[in-house]
């Protein structure tokens, strides 16, 4: 054979092999990676820098966090990457949930790649200390017996705590009224105020007022109880078999990202979410670590979308 051909011929083995090994994962990563998220001090981004921490070391790469505004913005972006895991996105079921509520310039089935679920944050439902309830049935008796008096406070039309309040409506069979807020902050300081008599803020803005005695809890809206207030009832347990509702947080790639990617990613994040100071960190930031597969995160997306769906849709909302 001609030295030409040889050399040709040895040239084209390597390309494959390197290709092979490109596709496989077995060079990845070997250059900084990226991760998008929400504004500095929102959820999204602690726990960005969170995962980004445990993870660098063992990847022996730097994890950028890129912070973009809250929306629709953080998705685009993403979905708009090249897929070859250098560029993620950490975000809240907003992203799945946005969809439903108002045009978006992406679709999150066909435009990205679940990796792995991170945390989930239960609703807390609250009250003001002078407000009479005690409970979750005797919210319910006293909305009936006042149809549109009560208000409730929310920080975002299809945040979590808006759609937790929206479902209680729907579950209970009462009528009490939405007052917004921007962001959870100005909420809490409403229902500290007595401007709005309740309220299902996630547990991490909530638990430090509760604590303190300046809000009353009356139950959590995940489906368990929480190990962040182990003592409070669910929702489910106190009148509203089936109620469940919470802010979750998850990992995505570009759709396309090889799966041998996905796959070397999803083992490191979950690896990294499960080490015991991790877990710590999570649970001091009113969160509950969870880590999952690909598929398990599809299968919440899915659920989510069909049972929220539905409470968007009888409600009527939609962005203004």
Excluded at 224 to 251: K, R, Y
Excluded at 260 to 276: D, F, H, K, T
Aim: charged share 15%.
């Amino acid at each position: 054979m001609p030295i030409s051909r040889i050399n040709a011929w040895i040239c084209s083995v390597g390309l494959m092999i390197l290709g092979t090994n490109l596709v496989s994962g077995q060079t990845f990563p070997n250059k900084p990676i990226r991760i998008v998220t929400s504004e500095v001090g929102a959820g999204n981004d602690l726990q960005a820098r969170i995962i980004a921490q445990a993870m660098s070391g063992p990847l022996g790469q730097q994890i950028i966090i890129d912070n973009r505004p809250s929306g629709v913005i953080p998705g685009e972006i993403v979905a708009k990457a090249p897929p070859d895991g250098y560029t993620l996105l950490v975000y809240n079921n907003i992203l799945w949930i946005g969809p439903l509520i108002q045009s978006t310039p992406y679709d999150v089935e066909r435009d990205f790649a679940p990796i792995t679920l991170v945390v989930r944050q239960p609703g807390i439902l609250v009250v003001n200390p002078s407000f009479p309830a005690k409970s979750v049935r005797d919210v319910i008796n006293l909305a009936k017996a006042r149809p549109g008096e009560l208000n409730y406070g929310a920080s975002a039309i299809g945040s979590a705590n808006h759609l937790a309040a929206e479902l209680f409506k729907t579950m209970a069979g009462v009528n009490i009224v939405r007052v917004d807020y921007r962001g959870g902050g100005p909420l809490v300081s409403g229902l500290l105020g007595g401007e709005v008599q309740l309220a299902f803020p996630g547990a991490s803005t909530a638990t430090p007022h509760v604590k303190a005695g300046r809000l009353r809890a009356l139950a959590v809206t995940s489906a368990e109880p929480s190990a962040l207030l182990p003592d409070l009832p669910t929702m489910a347990a106190s009148g509203l078999p089936g109620f469940e509702s919470g802010e979750i947080n998850a990992v995505f790639a570009p759709a396309n990202t090889p799966a041998a990617i996905i796959s070397r990613l999803n083992q490191e994040i979950v690896r990294a979410i499960n080490m015991p100071d991790v877990k710590e960190r999570f649970l001091r930031a009113g969160v509950e670590p969870v880590g999952s597969s690909p598929q398990d995160l599809t299968a919440t997306i899915k659920s989510e979308v069909v049972r929220l769906g539905k409470v968007i849709k009888d409600a009527g909302i939609k962005a203004y």
